[in-house]
T-cell receptor, first 114, second 114 residues
Framework: DQQVKQNSPSLSVQEGRISILNCDYTNSMFDYFLWYKKYPAEGPTFLISISSIKDKNEDGRFTVFLNKSAKHLSLHIVPSQPGDSAVYFCAATYSGAGSYQLTFGKGTKLSVIP | DAGVTQSPTHLIKTRGQQVTLRCSPKSGHDTVSWYQQALGQGPQFIFQYYEEEERQRGNFPDRFSGHQFPNYSSELNVNALLLGDSALYLC?????????????FGEGSRLTVL
């Protein structure tokens, strides 16, 4: 049973437009969420995170929104650039003591078209 | 400053064999986690090591074992290989006192079991 779901395997966006990547989770224990980006032949790299006590976190062109009641989060990239083309993984964890693992979604492949 | 390094990058084994994968964490990091990424899936948590002990384990059989050395480097061992063990094995390092969930990943070891 997938606890973190990314239902869109791929997304294509024109350069300069907004990219919106979505993620849903089912485990109510999750209280910390992260996005990782992965280029081919490289390991995933941390992009941005959000705690469940917030509903928005912004870092430059990247903003993550969290809707706890809907168990849904999204990553907005504005404006999108060709270098943003990569696979984006949503991940979740419980920040309390005794939990050290991240649960990842299957990823969404973003293609930014010049 | 060297990031996370893994070896070997690629290897091919046959069913029933044993494999050892190696990981050197990012300089200054004290915690190592291992993830398995099957084709088309997100990374799945295997286990995490801190202070040379396994701190938490994911849903993987005992055929998967690991070790952390005093210099914080780590090994992942898989015995009695199955075809289904074919995957990218990712090592990630972090600081036990670092931000929640922020892992630094290596490029991975691609294991093919024939």
């Amino acid at each position: 049973d997938q606890q973190v779901k990314q239902n869109s395997p791929s997304l294509s966006v024109q350069e300069g437009r907004i990219s919106i990547l979505n993620c849903d989770y089912t485990n109510s224990m999750f209280d910390y969420f992260l996005w990782y980006k992965k280029y081919p032949a490289e390991g995933p790299t941390f992009l941005i995170s959000i705690s469940s006590i917030k509903d928005k976190n912004e870092d430059g062109r990247f903003t993550v929104f969290l809707n706890k009641s809907a168990k849904h989060l999204s990553l907005h990239i504005v404006p999108s650039q060709p270098g943003d083309s990569a696979v984006y993984f949503c991940a979740a964890t419980y920040s309390g003591a005794g939990s050290y693992q991240l649960t990842f979604g299957k990823g969404t492949k973003l293609s930014v078209i010049p | 400053d060297a990031g996370v390094t893994q070896s070997p990058t690629h290897l091919i084994k046959t069913r029933g064999q044993q494999v050892t994968l190696r990981c050197s964490p990012k300089s200054g990091h004290d915690t190592v986690s291992w993830y398995q990424q099957a084709l088309g899936q997100g990374p799945q948590f295997i286990f995490q090591y801190y202070e040379e002990e396994e701190r938490q384990r994911g849903n993987f059989p005992d055929r998967f074992s690991g070790h952390q050395f005093p210099n914080y480097s780590s090994e992942l061992n898989v015995n009695a290989l199955l075809l289904g063990d074919s995957a990218l094995y990712l090592c990630a390092s972090s600081l036990v006192s670092g931000p929640t969930g922020e892992l630094f990943f290596g490029e991975g070891s691609r294991l093919t079991v024939l």
